[in-house]
T-cell receptor, first 113, second 114 residues
Framework: AQKVTQAQTEISVVEKEDVTLDCVYE???????LFWYKQPPSGELVFLIR??????QNEISGRYSWNFQKSTSSFNFTITASQVVDSAVYFC??????????FGAGTRLFVKA | DGGITQSPKYLFRKEGQNVTLSCEQN?????MYWYRQDPGQGLRLIYY???????QKGDIAEGYSVSREKKESFPLTVTSAQKNPTAFYLC?????????????FGPGTRLTVL
């Protein structure tokens, strides 16, 4: 069965600190997709990144980076030099080839000035 | 501007009343979804639709109903049969219902039952 675990419920950091959000997933499929979404206080989820199961290359986009490791079933998200605007709830999600997307419970990130 | 609109932003309902949440998209997406979000929990799928005039139940469809008469619209009705309807409801769409496609979300409707 599909499952996404985000063990960190809340994280609080001071601006300019680096922070890593953990995501561990379970799936029996060999073809699957992993996502990260950001939910700012306004409520609307915003897509950040997608990774397919055949591409373990890490990705960097500005201050954001993602580490995908199939050996540990993890897809962790790191924010470098965090800013107050990064404060939000971040969701990791898993989707298999048949479409259904499962979301983790989310990690609430507080970045203090 | 392309996107998804949901209305109203806040909705109050008395127990025993049905209420309909609106969701409209102008992204020309085939697939649309309704999710429910409760505090400290992830999103749970209520219903989804892959094409006009067709929709399927998600994980928590009991007490909800939907329609998909137009490609751009996917309203959700919360019926009196839904035992605990107070929650944040999010509508989303994607190009197709493939696991590959990311979803685009609306701003949500916060429903409170009085």
């Amino acid at each position: 069965a599909q499952k996404v675990t985000q063990a960190q419920t809340e994280i609080s950091v001071v601006e300019k600190e680096d922070v890593t959000l953990d995501c561990v997933y379970e799936t029996r499929d060999t073809t699957y997709y992993l996502f990260w979404y950001k939910q700012p206080p306004s409520g609307e989820l915003v897509f950040l990144i997608r990774r397919n199961s055949f591409d373990e290359q890490n990705e960097i986009s500005g201050r954001y980076s993602w580490n995908f490791q199939k050996s540990t079933s993890s897809f962790n998200f790191t924010i470098t030099a965090s800013q107050v605007v990064d404060s939000a709830v971040y969701f990791c999600a898993l989707s298999e080839a048949d479409f259904k997307t499962i979301f983790g419970a989310g990690t609430r990130l507080f970045v203090k000035a | 501007d392309g996107g998804i609109t949901q209305s109203p932003k806040y909705l109050f309902r008395k127990e025993g009343q049905n209420v309909t949440l609106s969701c409209e998209q102008n992204l020309n997406h085939d697939a649309m979804y309704w999710y429910r979000q409760d505090p400290g929990q992830g999103l749970r799928l209520i219903y989804y639709s892959q094409i006009v005039n067709d929709f399927q139940k998600g994980d928590i469809a009991e007490g909800y109903s939907v329609s998909r008469e137009k490609k751009e619209s996917f309203p959700l009705t919360v019926t009196s049969a839904q035992k605990n309807p107070t929650a944040f409801y999010l509508c989303a769409s994607s190009h197709r219902t493939s696991g590959l496609n990311e979803q685009f979300f609306g701003p949500g409707t916060r429903l409170t039952v009085l």
